[in-house]
Antibody, heavy 118, light 108 residues
Framework: QVQVQGSGPGLVKPSGTASLTCTVS?????????WSWVRQAPGKGLEWIAE???????NYNPSLKSRVTISVDKAKSQLSLTLHFVTAADTAVYYC???????????WGQGTMLTVSS | EIVLTQSPGTLSLSPGERATLSCRAS???????LAWYQQKPGQSPRLLIY???SRATGIPDRFSGSGSGTDFTLTIARLEPEDFAVYHC?????????FGGGTKVEIK
């Protein structure tokens, strides 16, 4: 059974750095799929942040590119997201999702909440 | 960046009724790579429709997608109690990938 489990610090102070991780189990993270981070602020819509391929190739949303780093650790079957200089606007649930080529985001993690507050 | 505008923002209907949700793109969606997701409170989004009109695995046939270019529609033929939720459209044909603002389907 495929599981995508997100984890993170929960609470980060403004101007700090947040590091989030998704652990994929029940399937290989090294298949030919892009893995993305998507976030959702409270009561708002979904926002795509970035994507990574198992070979380390990445793409970023220009709106966040200057503050975000996405990476993959194949040995641990994990993808990570680092968000620098966080503000209250970064408060959101952060999801991992697998892009299955033309078949869209077919696998989603359960989401991890990040709150930015002093 | 392709901006997706969903309408209406909220749809109030009764079980058994037909729901028609719209998603309009600011530019043509490449290869009609337009998807629809269902999201219930406290849950992750679930893929319903990909590539405009293909149903994802396990999705009932009361859900259907149509459209092309810049105008897309999700239709729920007869609403079941479990269908009351928020629906998001997404284009994944060009970067950055973008989502619409969502349509909430609520019980009238």
């Amino acid at each position: 059974q495929v599981q995508v489990q997100g984890s993170g610090p929960g609470l980060v102070k403004p101007s700090g750095t947040a590091s989030l991780t998704c652990t994929v189990s029940g399937m290989s993270i090294s298949t030919d799929h892009w893995w993305s981070w998507v976030r959702q602020a409270p009561g708002k819509g979904l926002e795509w942040i970035a994507e990574v391929f198992h070979n380390g190739n990445t793409n970023y949303n220009p709106s966040l590119k200057s503050r975000v780093t996405i990476s993959v650790d194949k040995a641990k079957s994990q993808l990570s997201l680092t968000l620098h200089f966080v503000t209250a606007a970064d408060t959101a649930v952060y999801y991992c999702a697998r892009l299955n080529g033309p078949n869209a985001f077919d696998i989603w993690g359960q989401g991890t909440m990040l709150t930015v507050s002093s | 960046e392709i901006v997706l505008t969903q309408s209406p923002g909220t749809l109030s209907l009764s079980p058994g009724e037909r729901a028609t949700l719209s998603c309009r793109a600011s530019q043509r969606v490449s290869s009609n790579y337009l998807a629809w997701y269902q999201q219930k409170p406290g849950q992750s989004p679930r893929l319903l429709i990909y590539r405009t009109s293909s149903r994802a695995t396990g999705i009932p046939d009361r859900f259907s997608g149509s459209g092309s270019g810049t105008d897309f529609t999700l239709t729920i033929a007869r609403l079941e109690p479990e269908d009351f939720a928020v629906y998001h459209c997404q284009q994944y044909g060009s970067s950055p990938l973008t989502f619409g603002g969502g349509t909430k389907v609520e019980i009238k």
